[in-house]
């Protein structure tokens, strides 16, 4: 049964940066596009950034385009998602997403979730 867990959320001022990692395991993790999505408060979870499983091919939101970073290590089963210039508007809960259908469409894995809020 896959299992992805997330690390490496939590408060940072405007302008500051995280690391979001995901790390599968029960998982062929490099036969699986990965990716993130969000969910703002009060909001619906939106797509956030994929990656291909060889990780040579990326997608971004355009909203986090410029800023944020996705990236994999298949010799790890984790995906990584590097983020720069946070705004308050990208806090949210912070999803990692398995067997993605490449580029944007929602896979069925999912991660817990992870708490990320951006607040002076």
């Known amino acids: 049964q896959a299992q992805l867990v997330e690390s490496g959320g939590g408060l940072v001022q405007p302008g500051g940066s995280l690391k979001l990692s995901c790390t599968a395991s029960?998982?062929?993790?490099?036969?699986?596009?990965m990716g993130w999505f969000r969910q703002p408060p009060g909001k619906e979870r939106e797509y956030v950034a994929s990656?291909?499983?060889?990780?040579?091919?990326?997608y971004y939101a355009d909203s986090v385009k410029g800023r944020f970073t996705i990236s994999r290590d298949n010799t790890k089963n984790t995906v990584y998602l590097q983020m720069n210039g946070l705004k308050p508007e990208d806090t949210a809960i912070y999803y990692c997403?398995?067997?993605?259908?490449?580029?944007?469409?929602?896979?069925?894995?999912w991660g817990q979730g992870i708490q990320v809020t951006v607040s002076s």
């Open positions: 029960g998982y062929t993790f490099n036969n699986h596009h």
């Open positions: 990656i291909s499983r060889t990780g040579t091919t990326t």
């Open positions: 997403n398995g067997n993605m259908g490449f580029p944007r469409r929602r896979g069925e894995d």
